[in-house]
């Protein structure tokens, strides 16, 4: 077992959705708790905004007063005595940057986490599912392609099956709503490009998608899930491992 002077503090910015963040709170304890043994938990720093806030900023196209916000959470955070900070969604990674750029201790980019659960795989070619900016824009979609440096090619749904994920995501998921008719949808889609496109993975850049549970449906399909890749390098983080 180790000594839990050991661990360091995680700072987690989430509520966006507040579901995904469940996901992220249960996910990195029991990581912890798998790591450290007996009845250690992973020491965190939380703040969870407004979704509907954001979601707003999304629409008016107002990323810049999103970043400005998260980035001032990120630095009261840090200033609390956080050592790393961690953005519990993929969307508004769009402003990294910012957040970054406010603070002197490490930002842990789901990117990074994403990428290298892809490379793991082994697959030639994966379809990303995700929010429309997340999928279709180069700060998501081209940044995780970059860090794939060539081993593997990343593929988008047609164009109204990824219309149609981006939709549940926002409609369904983020409310914590989970229908058998959309997940046997999105799975149905997916082995479509697998029979058609040759794909050989699948990732998961939306933190509310591993609630479809898509596994069960496509058990044969490596599933690079951005969650857990992000809460297992935060966890990594945590217990200096």
Known sequence: MKDTNEMRTLALIGGMSWES???????????????????????????SVDFQKIVDYQLSDQWDKA???????????????????????????????????????????IREALGTALTSTGADKAVLLGTNYVAREDYYFGQVGARLAGEMKLSLLPDDEQSFVHD?????????????????KIANGISRVVSEQGVGAVALACTELPMLDLGKLLPDLPIADSTNAHIAACVNFITNS
């Not at 963040?21 to 790591?35: F, I, P």
């Not at 001032?72 to 953005?87: M, S, T, Y």
């Not at 549940?168 to 046997?184: F, M, N």
């Open 21 to 47: 963040t469940a996901l992220y709170y249960s996910g990195l304890n029991r990581g912890v708790a798998e790591k450290m043994g007996g009845l250690h938990s992973a020491p965190l720093l939380m703040a």
């Open 67 to 109: 970043g400005c916000e998260l980035a001032d959470l990120a630095k009261r955070l840090e200033d609390a005595g956080a050592d790393a900070i961690a953005l519990a969604v993929n969307t508004m990674h769009k402003v990294a940057d910012p957040i970054r750029d406010a603070v002197s201790i490490p930002f842990l980019d």
């Open 168 to 184: 549940i995501i926002y409609g369904e998921l983020a409310k914590g709503e989970v229908s058998p008719v959309t997940r046997q």
